[in-house]
């Protein structure tokens, strides 16, 4: 090879001795597992391995010296890391990057098939054969794809995400890496990719290609990684299953699948451009050698091993995580809230809360049939129930150990002070992570229907989704299980509900006549206390059945109801129709449900006598908790329809008479005193709240206000701060112009 192949910035790959020198090295540092297929793999990408290399010992044996090696900790686990410089043309994008997690089709969803398009093959830690001859897990992954096309589709669908989502980035990563080069260093992890078809064999009866390939897949820097190999013109399906031979600058239409073959060969036909190619200030119209001169080498992490390799998945996203998941640049709200609740599961797993499989599933990497709980014969609505179920359960624990970890993991403030944003952080995870078992994500906010209430945890009858369904006609407590937990998800999965945009726009529809119509805004919140009303119940019970059938018929469009709760094939159920069978005006009125109550002591306050009776609507019947179900009270479903402003409530001490419309004139003195009662009373609560600090001073005595009902009266508090939030923007309202 001339000089005009060899100088020049692109590195070409060392001697195969010199590689298998670093190669033993690297296998005989302390705490690496990996399989040695990944290491030779990645070797001719290694720019002067020697760096690397410590002095040989007293036997000879060389490992990687310290600074070259990284031992991290995360919340899933360690891992053991090298430090290298790597050719910039190395690394694979990784499809199970959790920023584009919502463009597949997840194994979580019941209804996946092995024809389905946008699967991703399950993740799986690498297992192989040690000395001994027994079956061992080592630090790498693999999976398995159908074909070497399935395969290449794959990297082009997620380089397609990548770069619709990085064009929220507020400037130009390309341009910036062709400028600057690569300031940050990538992070990747060995995985091994198998062909479940057997290569066709050639002419002399060799495979055509390859059954297996290793890649190392960028778990931190996959936009890096894709806009680099932008500037090399090479995709990463080419890096990971072959280059071919017209990019290499060769004649013929064969494929070069050995790196150690192929990138010596493009690094020169590389160095050969940049000799040739004319120094252009502007980058834009330089040739690629020119554009890629400043990331022809770059620093990168190689993950090389772990103590528990069969977390090895989690423990990588685990690292990555939380540098994304917060600031929004490249995660949406489905990827980031589904991140979160990864997070939580992944370290359950780590403190031995949680086994295994059931985080697999949990997350969306295994199939809900695996599942300890599952039965052969559950349908697919069953199954999606039994999952999303599991998943409020665990982000809405009881278990103390549980809150401490969740805490951790969302950065939460102490349960008893808990936010309702929070409250909603976790019920956005909740939807996020229930969606990957239905065929298309939905905005993740409609799941946001509790209150603060919901800090206390959630508890669940136990009983299964055929059950409730059977008796939600006449059984109270069946039919508010089925619509506290459960209606929200399945409205939105078919699109009959969705996310309070807070806006009118995009809010028509289409008539059954063709006209259009204009939909009210509603809320969440409103839709599900619609079907809460009494007059609705039979109906409400019949739709939600229906959209059970239409989950189990192939998710096929619901049929709409009577009001006998019969379905009328061949009428589909539509936005439109929601809002007319079940209107906002119906969903303004709540059904009030028994709500367990903690008994908190009122600190003395003065009471304004009130001059004009406040008139009380007639109320919705009362659900009634069938004793000995076992359901904890919806856990603040309705306190979140409190806050919607339902009318005008009677106050404590009013007979509930209606006693007419009252007057304008009436309704603003009562208004006025209502102001002055609160005010006083906020006055009272700071009094008893200085007279009770005056008798532990110092903290030294015992304190007079026991935890839960101090936990009680701050919970009430907030909730009475919150409803004062809203109220001098509603006076404004109503307020004559300044």
């Not at 690297?26 to 391995?49: H, K, M, S």
């Not at 600057?180 to 495979?207: C, H, K």
């Amino acid at each position: 090879m001339g000089d005009s192949a060899t100088e020049g910035p692109f590195p070409l790959p060392v001697s195969e001795a010199r590689q298998s020198a670093w190669i033993q090295a690297v296998l005989a540092t302390e705490g690496v597992n990996l399989p040695r297929g990944a290491l030779e793999n990645v070797a001719p990408f290694i720019v002067d391995p020697e760096d690397t290399l410590s002095e040989a010992d007293a036997n000879g044996v060389r490992t990687l010296k310290g600074s070259a090696v990284r031992r991290l900790r995360t919340d899933a686990g360690d891992m053991v890391v090298a430090v290298v410089r790597m050719h910039g043309v190395g690394g694979v994008l990784w499809g199970h990057n959790e920023r584009i997690s919502s463009i597949w089709r997840s194994t979580a969803d019941p209804s996946v098939g092995q024809d389905t398009e946008r699967t991703l093959a399950p993740i799986r830690p690498w297992k192989g054969v040690v000395g001994d001859g027994s079956e061992t897990c080592l630090a790498a992954l693999e999976s398995v794809v159908p074909d070497r096309q399935a395969l290449m589709m794959n990297a082009e669908d997620a380089a397609n995400a990548l770069m619709r989502r990085d064009r929220v980035r507020p400037y130009d990563l390309e341009e910036d890496l062709v400028l600057n080069g690569q300031q940050e260093p990538g992070m990747y992890v060995p995985q091994q990719v198998r062909l479940a078809e057997t290569p066709e064999n050639d002419s002399d009866g060799n495979p055509m290609y390859p059954s297996a390939y290793w890649g190392w897949m960028a778990v931190r820097g996959n936009n890096r990684t894709q806009k680099r190999q932008s500037i090399y013109r090479l995709s990463s399906g080419e890096v990971l299953s072959g280059v071919p031979a017209e990019k290499l600058g060769r004649d013929g239409d064969d494929v070069v699948f050995d790196p150690r073959v192929w990138l010596p060969q493009f690094s020169a036909l590389l160095n050969r451009e940049h000799a040739e190619a004319e120094d252009d200030p502007d980058s834009a119209n330089g040739s690629r050698a020119r554009r890629a001169a400043a990331i022809a080498v770059v620093d990168a992490h190689l993950v090389i091993g772990t103590p528990t390799p069969q977390r090895l998945f989690r423990i990588v996203q685990m690292n990555n995580r939380r540098d994304h998941v917060h600031p929004p640049l490249d995660f949406d709200s489905t990827n980031r809230s589904r991140a979160l609740g990864r997070s939580v599961l992944g370290m359950y797993v780590a403190q031995r809360v949680m086994d295994e499989k059931t985080a697999e599933v949990l997350s969306g990497l295994a199939p809900v049939r695996e599942l300890p709980d599952a039965s052969p014969g559950m349908t697919v609505s069953e199954l999606r129930d039994l999952r999303s179920m599991k998943l409020l359960q665990e982000l809405f624990p009881t278990d103390p150990h549980k809150r401490h970890l969740l805490r951790r993991a969302l950065s939460e403030n102490q349960p008893s002070q808990l936010k309702a944003a929070e409250i909603h952080q976790r019920a956005r995870t909740w939807s996020a992570l229930t969606s990957e078992s239905y065929p298309k994500p939905w905005n993740p906010r409609v799941g946001q229907v509790f209150g603060t209430k919901a800090r206390e945890g959630i508890v669940l009858s136990g009983r299964g989704l055929r059950d409730l369904l059977a008796v939600a006609d006449t059984d109270d407590a069946a039919f508010e299980e089925l619509v506290a937990y459960r209606a929200v998800h399945w409205l939105a999965s078919f699109g009959i509900i969705e996310a309070d945009r807070g806006s009118l726009d995009g809010q028509e529809a289409v008539g059954d006549a063709g006209e259009s119509v204009r939909r009210s805004r509603r809320t969440v919140v409103n839709c599900l206390q619609a079907l809460r009303h009494e007059k609705s119940r039979m109906m409400a019970a019949g739709l939600l059945k229906a959209l059970v059938a239409a989950m189990d018929d192939g998710d096929r469009r619901p049929w709409q109801v009577g009001p006998s709760g019969k379905e009328m094939p061949g009428r589909e159920m539509t936005a439109l129709w929601f809002d007319t069978e079940f209107p906002k005006e119906t969903g303004g009125k709540p059904r009030r449900a028994k709500a367990a109550t903690t008994a908190v002591v009122p600190p003395a306050r003065t009471v304004v006598p009130s001059r004009t009776a406040l008139p009380m609507p007639a109320p919705g019947p009362t659900p009634v908790t069938s004793p000995g179900a076992g359901l904890r009270p919806d856990p603040g479903v309705q306190e979140a329809a409190a806050f919607e402003g339902s009318g005008p409530v009677a106050p404590d001490g009013a007979d509930g008479l209606i006693a007419g419309p009252p007057s304008p004139e009436a309704l603003v003195t009562r208004l006025e005193e209502r102001i002055r009662e609160v005010h006083t009373a906020s006055g009272g609560v700071e009094d008893a709240l200085a007279e009770l600090a005056a008798l532990c001073p110092g903290g030294t005595a015992a304190r007079p206000l026991g935890r839960e009902r101090a936990d009680a009266a701050v919970r009430l508090l907030n909730q009475t701060l919150s409803r004062l939030r809203k109220l001098p923007e509603r006076v404004e309202d109503v307020a004559a112009p300044a």
